[in-house]
């Protein structure tokens, strides 16, 4: 079984690397539709319409361009690197909404920021060459 360590991972908005990434998280999703009838024990299921959507939290660093660049409503391409971006390794790619950005601090910790996203489209899976 192959593993990947999350520390390797890579985020970019077009080509350019997200800086700080501390987290993501990626959620692809179908609706399901069910059909039973009365009298019967079983029911069916039906793929519907498919999407997906998740988050990206980051230290937050308003002097990074592609961190301050971004604002709620923008359509962003978005590239999610589970294990680095070297040739042959796998990742997620699509554009996205940026749908919330909220801003979280405490008083013994680093200043975050998470940038929630919803797809705009399929969600693409490849190769980095």
Sequence with gaps: MAIIHGKDGVVKIGTADFAHVQSWNLDVTADVAEAYSMGEEWKDAGVGVKGWSGSLECYYDPADTTQSGLDVGDVVALNLYPGGDAT??????????????????????WVSVTFNFTGKGA???ATAL
Excluded: E
């Design 88 to 109: 042959g390794a796998r990742y997620f790619s699509g554009n996205a909404v940026v749908s919330g950005v909220p801003l979280s601090g405490a008083k013994d910790g």
């Design 123 to 125: 969600l693409a899976s």
